[in-house]
Structures are given as structure tokens and as C-alpha cells.
């Protein structure tokens, strides 16, 4: 754990949580890391954009996952264009 900054965020979705969501098409991108505040911006991509469980995916499994290995980590907010997604899952 440690400190916390973006490139160690960023390293535990590559090889923590993008693995796991690339079984259905999808992945995680960190958009933003906020020193201050410890709040991150992700962005769903692949089969996670316009998928009807993306949300409960990010609040209940990819939240507990960031939260377990980053305990200070902020808020964690979803900058993804849903609507642009192709609805792989409806």
C-alpha cells in the first residue's frame, strides 16, 4: 500500500481488476488523481461502456477491490459516456 499517487493506482487496475473485466470485454482506465482530495476519475471502456451492470460492477466489485488496496483512496467517480457504449449486455 504506502503512499498512494496515480502510477500506483493505475498498476494495481492494470494487473488487479482490468484482467478480471477483459473476461467480458471490458477495462478500467484512471483518468485523474487528485493529490489533495485522494478522489479518482475512471473510465469504463470496451464491454463495460453502455453495459447495464457497469455500475453496480464499479460500485460493488472495482470500489471494495480500490478501497481494500487504497484505504485513503477518496471518491471514486465514473466519467464514462454510457450512452455512446454499444449495449453489449441488454
Known amino acids: 500500500m504506502g503512499n498512494m499517487n496515480k502510477d500506483k493506482i493505475q498498476k494495481f487496475i492494470e494487473e488487479d481488476i482490468n484482467p478480471a473485466l477483459e473476461g467480458h470485454g471490458g477495462s478500467l482506465f484512471l483518468q485523474e488523481f ?3 482530495t485522494k478522489s479518482i476519475k475512471v473510465q469504463m ?3 463495460c461502456q453502455g453495459c447495464a451492470s457497469a455500475r453496480v460492477t ?3 466489485q472495482i470500489e471494495n477491490l480500490l478501497r ?3 484505504p485513503n483512496l477518496g471518491e ?3 466519467v464514462t459516456d454510457h ?3 454499444t449495449n453489449p449486455y441488454h
Request: glycine share 22%; charged share 45%.
Open 34 to 36: 487528485d493529490e489533495i
Open 45 to 47: 471502456g470496451g464491454g
Open 58 to 60: 464499479l460500485r460493488l
Open 68 to 70: 481494500e488496496e487504497f
Open 76 to 78: 471514486i467517480e465514473d
Open 83 to 85: 450512452e455512446a457504449g
